[in-house]
């Protein structure tokens, strides 16, 4: 069974702060990672993408990579109240016919506070 | 470019009953997949298809069905609906390949009674 696991939350952080989010894997052979952003009654939405170890910036946000630890991470520089949502984590693992499958994490709910 | 699109955005239905779900994906994507989206469980896999073929399974009973057309439009059927088929109902379209994140319709909320 091919498990993400991701801290509920809430996390809660100040607004101007640092949000740190966090996602395990068990898939060793999971080849691309995906972090979306769901707000309250809306449908998911693609904020960051990373397929190689190490960092990768997109403005405000950073997501890392470590495939030998299994670990993918969201960092968010200077949290906006506009931030507050759930974060799912996604990762994409071998399936059949040379398919690829996202298993989701169950999300991390994030609230930046003025 | 037209995002995807599922219709009808609310359903109430009674036990027993079936129910077709619509998704018409973003143009020129050629894989469909469905999620049931539920506060408990979270984000889980129904199926994707990809070129009208079913290309993956998820745990879901036979009740869960779906099917695409050659404009790759894709239908989902749930038959004899049950209480706890209540969710909202999440369609997502990608190229298909390794790398392809998911685009994500605006999803259709399904309340049995």
């Known amino acids: 069974q091919k498990e993400v696991e991701q801290n509920s939350g809430p996390l809660s952080v100040p607004e101007g702060a640092i949000a740190s989010l966090n996602c395990t894997y068990s898939d060793r052979g999971s080849q691309s990672f995906f972090w979306y952003r769901q707000y309250s009654g809306k449908s998911p939405e693609l904020i960051m993408s990373?397929?190689?170890?190490g960092d990768k910036e997109d403005g405000r946000f950073t997501a890392q990579l470590n495939k030998a630890s299994q670990y993918v991470s969201l960092l968010i520089r200077d949290s906006q109240p506009s931030d507050s949502a759930t974060y799912l984590c996604?990762?994409?693992?071998?399936?059949?016919?040379?398919?690829?499958?996202?298993?989701f994490g169950r999300g991390t709910s994030l609230i930046v506070h003025p | 470019k037209a995002g995807v699109t599922q219709t009808p955005r609310y359903l109430i239905k009674t036990r027993g009953q079936q129910v077709t779900l619509s998704c018409s994906p973003i143009s020129g994507h050629r894989s469909v997949s469905w999620y049931q989206q539920t506060p408990g469980q979270g984000l889980q896999f129904l199926f994707e298809y990809f070129s009208e073929t079913q290309r993956n399974k998820g745990n879901f009973p036979g009740r869960f069905s779906g099917r695409q057309f050659s404009n790759s439009r894709s239908e989902m059927n749930v038959s004899t609906l049950e209480l706890g088929d209540s969710a909202l109902y999440l369609c997502a379209s990608a190229s298909g390949g390794q790398n392809s994140p998911l685009h994500f319709g605006n999803g259709t909320r399904l309340t049995v009674t």
């Open positions: 996604a990762v994409n693992s071998p399936a059949s016919g040379g398919s690829y499958i996202p298993t």
């Open positions: 990373i397929y190689s170890n």
